[in-house]
């Protein structure tokens, strides 16, 4: 854990809460974030960080109690196979450059959610947009495309939205075929084959 009064720069800022570094410099430079400007760069106390990283926060809550609340920033994760299977580039290559990053945050969501048993996730297209710094009405065109490709499931139930990860994720490499190195099976030692983290998503 840093020290309260601990100088961060963006970089470890952008670790902490997961946020874009440009939605966190238009925060800075619009006041929602206080920050001291170091040159050409910026520097946040953690102490700063604390109305964030609060269980209270409420643009945490209008997702869910689990999905993206602040103090499981430090562990959300997805597994690491997924990025070195070849999909971050078959999706920004289909849909553009900003694909990747909005699936890695639903992931991300659903991997911190738990996986529930019906496998829906709530979500706020406002505060996905938010995190990862792409337009929400883009946010929305992206998650539609990936429902569309049959990555994601969207449904709703009155004003609550959700998704729901299709799996097994299609992949252009297979896990059988990444080093374990980069998460996948390849040169596993046997225990590791067990991990839920590094077979989540291949079962149905």
Not at 48 to 57: A, G, I, K, R, V
Not at 94 to 118: N, V, Y
Request: include cysteine; charged fraction near 25%; glycine fraction near 6%.
């Amino acid at each position: 854990m840093f020290e309260q009064e601990q100088l961060l720069n963006l970089k470890e800022v952008s670790a902490l809460l997961k946020i874009n570094t440009e939605v966190l410099r238009r925060w800075l430079r619009s006041g929602k974030l206080a920050g001291l400007k170091v040159g050409s760069d910026w520097r946040v106390k953690y102490s700063d960080l604390e109305p964030l990283l609060s269980s209270s926060n409420e643009k945490a809550k209008i997702v869910s109690k689990k999905s993206l609340n602040p103090l499981k920033k430090m562990s959300t994760a997805c597994p690491k196979w997924l990025e070195y299977s070849g999909l971050p580039r078959l999706l920004n290559d289909k849909h553009g450059p900003e694909t990747w990053p909005i699936f890695k945050k639903l992931l991300e969501l659903d991997f911190d959610a738990g996986r529930p048993s019906d496998r829906l996730v709530k979500y706020n297209s406002d505060i996905i947009a938010e995190v990862t710094g792409y337009d929400v009405d883009f946010v929305k065109n992206i998650m539609q495309l990936l429902a569309k490709d049959g990555y994601i499931i969207l449904s709703k139930n009155g004003d609550t939205e959700y998704f729901s990860v299709v799996s097994p994720i299609k992949t252009p490499k297979l896990i059988l075929d990444i080093d374990y190195a980069n998460g996948g099976i390849n040169g596993a030692p046997s225990p590791a084959l067990s991990n839920p983290c590094l077979r989540r998503y291949l079962e149905s």
